[in-house]
């Protein structure tokens, strides 16, 4: 090969690589300034799951496959060369597990089938626990199974511990001729000859088999085939730039970035002088009655780009497969489909593909008619919300004139940055009422739209023909309907469609007539209030709070009646002020009359944790525990009292405390937690705190904390200006354990 060639080549890789990682430096920035909006607007549903991250719960540990002499291992090579390792690090599994033998390898291969497989799972644990240790993505490159010239099969070797450690697999799906040619040049391995078909075979049997087993067990997997080396590498490096900073919290913040650019550029900002209504539109089956997430795989067949046989199962469309799987429409769900569209198509055929859908797509002629007349409005704007392929539905609307002015969110490839779930529907809109003060109309079609068409000022159920129609749909809708606080009205596309339910129940629109277009675009009396950024709440001055208060204070209450009061004043706390902070999630209760209906909970129950600062914060902390009953508790005199392990996969501490005076001693405690954990929520929560100290100026400490880390917030029973502090009668450690005369 001419040298030049072969320089410029390299040079082209190297400022490919070079702006790949500029772009995710930039990204990071973007995402760390705006580090406030992570948890603001978060709504959970149950069509939505949070994805360990490597701040989080569990390590990113990418574990890279392929039969032996796919490429794997000069891949990892490259890859540390490229990459660095601050923030990655790179293993062969082979060695890994060698450097737990004293005789290495050669002992390893002498060992029983049951002494390797326990080898593996300590290898595999030793790098989990190295990239949690050093906060690095870990990239494995591993083998998943073996071929026996003795018996003539597959031996798999991929452990539990595997399957409960990877976040990521990416395999490389290299053309068996390729692996043959490469297995006969490399002198430096012994490997048994083996001819084109059965390596195909065994890639295949391999790679269905990967699928398979990551997809029960929530990993996210995509196959890569190598055509030209350098464009592997940069798709490697983009994966794993991209699989680094990944988590349900990532993503939302991103789609909310989206959000936040198209509302600045349509003049939705609160200083615009006019009240304004937003339109939120679901696109595929409310738009249109297509399925373009359908039609893609479709099209992918008919101009022969995919290749059924490469699909799981019997071929209905890798989506349906996807999302019939326990995964359901969760978030790693969505982010899997985002893999497949990565995996069987590049930017060019995905373009094309698109292209070839909308080419398909025919709005319905109402709602045209709906966003031309949001279009003509100086106080009306509309945005499409889908969750399915944003490059699709922007093609639609140009076709139909509309993409001056509506703008979509929606995702389909890595480079996108986010998917849309039901939770960030949801989040978008209460993000449009909360922080821009817009009156929202949502329309949908589906129970992903639920969480949506619950949070809008006003809700529209699309109903289209029976035959493209959500069969779950009525299900779900009449738990929302029953749940109280929703009355969502139903057009009907085309008009010939037969209504949902009952008209009573969900009444019929028509979103053409004059009264509907009057309706959504009338000014209102008045704009909603931007919500302002979390960091103090309390319930200074309310009546039950000065009902509860009186048994505190009362010099004559001690001991376990005094433990008793604080105990209420807790659950006043977790009840009242708390779900304001972290919000609140549904889930399914069963109703008195016999059907399944919704409850509500404070938000990520399960992943929270109440640390009473003993002795004072103890009997406050069970109150508390009592609204959150499926939430740890464990006790914490001193910060070091907190330990890594406790904070694994935790959403929210509560640091509970009785009195909090000047507030270093939370101060402390914060620090600490953010030296194991710089991601986890963490809401102070006392009965009485000194007003100076959650206000602005040099004696407002708590105040500064939040300003350095807008992830701590303070729930306080009560604001006081009295700066005195308690000592033997009056310290209120001793009033509630009657050690006065002790102190």
């Known amino acids: 090969m001419d040298m030049s060639i072969c320089w410029r080549h390299r040079q082209g890789k190297d400022r490919d690589i070079k702006r790949i990682l500029s772009s995710f430096q930039l990204a990071t920035v973007v995402s760390n300034q705006q580090q406030s909006d992570i948890d603001a607007d978060t709504m959970a549903t149950p069509y939505s799951e949070p994805k360990n991250s490597l701040q989080a719960s569990k390590p990113v540990v990418v574990g890279v496959y392929g039969i032996p002499g796919c490429g794997k291992s000069s891949m990892l090579v490259e890859l540390r060369n490229r990459l660095g390792e601050e923030q990655f690090s790179f293993h062969e599994g082979s060695q890994a597990i060698a450097s737990l033998l004293p005789g290495g390898l050669a002992a390893f291969h002498q060992a029983s089938q049951d002494e390797k497989a326990r080898y593996r799972e300590l290898a595999i644990n030793a790098i989990a626990n190295e990239a949690t240790k050093n906060q690095k993505v870990a990239v494995v490159a591993g083998h998943f199974m073996f071929w026996s010239e003795k018996d003539q099969q597959y031996h798999k070797v991929c452990t539990k511990a595997d399957l409960e450690t990877y976040t990521h697999i990416i395999y490389f799906d290299t053309a068996a001729d390729i692996v043959s040619l490469r297995r006969q040049d490399d002198k430096g391995r012994e490997r048994p000859t083996m001819t084109p078909a059965r390596l195909d075979d065994w890639a295949k049997t391999e790679k269905r088999e990967l699928q398979r087993l990551c997809r029960s067990s929530g990993i996210l997997f995509i196959a890569l085939s190598e055509a030209e080396r350098g464009a592997l590498s940069v798709r490697m490096i983009n994966l794993l730039l991209d699989f680094q900073h990944h988590c349900s919290q990532h993503n939302l913040r991103l789609a909310q970035n989206r959000l936040d650019s198209i509302s600045l550029r349509s003049g939705f900002t609160m200083d615009c002088k006019q009240p304004c209504t937003m339109l939120v539109l679901d696109a595929d089956k409310t738009l249109a009655t297509q399925d373009t997430g359908k039609l893609f795989w479709e099209v992918m067949l008919k101009k022969n780009l995919l290749d059924p046989s490469s699909l799981e199962g019997k071929f209905e469309d890798p989506l349906t497969t996807l999302f019939s799987s326990q995964l359901g429409y969760s978030y790693t769900a969505f982010r899997q489909a985002t893999l497949l569209y990565e995996q069987y198509s590049d930017e060019q055929v995905f373009e094309g593909v698109c292209r070839s859908i909308a080419s398909l797509v025919k709005m319905h002629p109402a709602m045209v008619s709906l966003l031309q007349t949001a279009e003509r409005k100086r106080n009306v704007s509309a945005v499409v919300v889908t969750c399915g392929l944003r490059r699709v539905w922007e093609i639609v609307l140009a076709n139909h004139g509309l993409m001056g002015t509506v703008k979509v969110i929606g995702g389909g490839r890595i480079s996108d940055g986010f998917v849309v779930t039901a939770q960030v529907k949801a989040s978008l809109v209460e993000r449009l009422q909360n922080m821009y003060g817009l009156y929202v109309w949502a329309f949908g079609d589906s129970p992903l739209d639920i969480p949506m068409l619950r949070a809008a000022d006003e809700a529209i159920v699309v109903v289209g023909e029976q035959y493209v129609r959500s069969r779950s749909m009525e299900t779900h809708l009449l738990q929302a309907i029953d749940s109280g606080n929703f009355r969502p009205r139903q057009v009907l596309l ?181 030296g194991l954990n710089s991601r986890v929520g963490i809401v102070v929560m006392a009965g009485v705190v000194q007003a100076k100290a959650v206000a602005a100026g040099p004696e407002g400490v708590l105040h500064q904390l939040h300003q350095g880390d807008p992830k701590v917030d303070v729930v306080a029973f009560r604001l006081s200006d009295n700066k005195f502090t308690g000592k033997g009668v009056t310290d209120t450690g001793a009033r509630l354990f009657n050690t006065t005369e002790l102190e």
Do not use: C, W
């Open 494 to 674: 085309p008009e010939t469609a037969a209504p949902r339910l009952d008209v009573e129940r969900l009444p019929l629109v028509n979103i053409e007539s004059s009264e509907f277009l009057f309706e959504i675009s009338r000014q209102r009396d008045h704009r909603r209030q931007p919500t302002a950024e979390h960091h103090i709440v309390h319930a200074t001055g309310r009546a039950a709070a000065k009902l509860l208060t009186t048994a505190t204070r009362d010099a004559r209450v001690s001991g376990p009646a005094l433990r008793e009061a604080h105990r209420l004043v807790g659950r006043y706390l977790a009840t009242e002020l708390l779900p304001d902070v972290v919000g609140t999630e549904e889930y399914e209760i069963p109703h008195v009359q016999g059907h399944q209906t919704l409850g509500h909970r404070v938000k990520n129950e399960k992943k929270t944790a109440i640390v009473p600062l003993m002795r004072g914060g103890e009997s406050m902390a069970f109150g508390i525990s009592d609204v959150l009953p499926l939430a740890i508790f464990l006790h914490a005199k001193r910060p070091e009292d907190v330990e890594a392990r406790h904070l694994l996969g935790l959403e929210t501490v509560l640091l509970v405390d009785s009195v909090v005076n000047t507030g270093k001693s939370i101060v402390e405690f914060v620090r600490h937690i953010r």
